[in-house]
């Protein structure tokens, strides 16, 4: 048998290392130009189901909760924030926050859209996570007055029926990440009772009826 020289392994080594990655990618690659579409259409969803003149407040609500579900895997992301909190929480508790969880959610979105100002976004390009099926979606958006844009990044999981956003990374910073750590903070304060988040999630809540 015929001994080859070292640098022919070592080359097959890294055929052998990029064919893979390139397998790897090859599905987030492909997938690439409709996650693109997936956050621009839900954007132009959104902004023309909530600016529409002589919505009600009801109707406003209504709209925001169905594109939430829509586009968004609420009751994973309200699980995630949770955390180790989760499983110590008894039935009625899970409920009612998974109920308090998506209220929130659509109150500040509704909120956010009152303060809409025309602001314009951009997509960028997809990354993929490393994960099966999973892939980040870059977006800019302008700021009114000359402002510096802000960077938001779409973390998108594909399935049989489509996309679905399982987190919202802004300026690099997770949301779902930093709303985990805010709700451990408040259930340690609270001496470890699930209890003590309900109740401010039910202000925080109110907060928002309110305003």
């Known amino acids: 048998m015929v001994r080859q020289p070292a640098f022919v392994f070592r080359l097959s080594a890294a055929a052998a290392f990029v064919l893979a990655l390139l397998l790897l990618l090859q599905a987030p690659l492909a997938a690439a130009e409709p996650a693109r579409r997936f956050i621009s259409d839900a954007a132009d969803e959104a ?3 909530m600016v529409e003149p002589g919505l009600s407040e009801r109707e406003r609500e209504q709209r925001v909760r169905a594109l939430l579900n829509e586009h968004f895997a609420v009751e994973e992301i309200a699980r995630f924030v949770l955390g180790r909190h ?9 409920r009612e926050y998974l109920r308090l969880f998506e209220d929130i959610i659509v109150f500040a979105y509704i909120d956010r859209f009152d303060r809409f100002t025309g602001e314009s976004m951009t997509v960028g390009r997809v990354t993929p996570t490393g994960l ?5 979606v870059q977006t800019e958006f302008s700021q009114p007055r000359g402002t510096r844009p802000v960077q938001v990044g779409w973390r998108l999981r594909e399935t049989d029926t489509g996309f679905e956003i399982i987190d919202v990374v802004v300026e690099n910073v997770s949301m779902s990440q930093t709303q985990r750590s805010e709700f451990a903070s408040v259930v340690r304060r609270s001496g470890g009772r699930i209890e003590g988040l309900l109740a401010e999630m039910r202000a925080m809540l109110e907060r928002f009826r309110s305003s």
């Open 47 to 49: 902004i023309a189901a």
């Open 86 to 94: 989760w499983p110590r929480a008894t039935e009625a508790e899970r």
């Open 132 to 136: 099966p099926d999973e892939v980040v």
